[in-house]
């Protein structure tokens, strides 16, 4: 199956958005695609062979599920890969455009839903990093 890319700019210098992007103290406030959920916790190992571990859930309390993988490669302000636990493989690259940042996230699609929900759905993750990194 085809891989998926989403990406966005970022008004924000590359420091920033490295830091918001792995800080669990950041990740909680972003990492979700509608009001309807959040991400109550998060904990990241940012190094190869470290881990990462975020609880996605619906604000209602009746959904909730982890996503979780291993990194397999780090750079830092630049890439990002790792590998979930289904096997699926997940690359991120982060470039420096001097006050602004471009963030390219490249996916392999799960087999559940539409890949156009699921290019929506990050799509729409990688959208609330940009807003909360802007505005805070």
């Not at 420091?15 to 009001?35: C, E, G, M, Q, R």
């Not at 420096?96 to 156009?116: A, Q």
Request: proline share 4%; with cysteine; hydrophobic share 30%.
């Amino acid at each position: 199956m085809e891989s998926i890319t989403v990406e966005t700019e970022v008004n924000a210098g590359i420091k920033k958005v490295w830091d918001y992007w792995t800080n669990p103290l950041h990740i909680v406030h972003w990492n979700f695609a509608s009001d309807d959920w959040h991400c109550p916790s998060a904990e990241n190992d940012p190094r190869v062979g470290g881990s990462f571990k975020y609880n996605m859930a619906s604000r209602d309390g009746k959904f909730s599920f982890d996503f979780e993988g291993i990194y397999n490669e780090i750079e830092t302000e630049k890439m990002i890969a790792y590998e979930l636990g289904d096997g699926r493989r997940v690359t991120i690259l982060f470039t420096d455009l001097g006050n602004k940042s471009k963030i390219v996230e490249t996916f392999d699609p799960e087999n559940t839903n539409p890949m156009e929900m699921q290019r929506g759905g990050w799509q729409s993750i990688l959208d609330n990093f940009r807003k909360y990194t802007e505005n805070n």
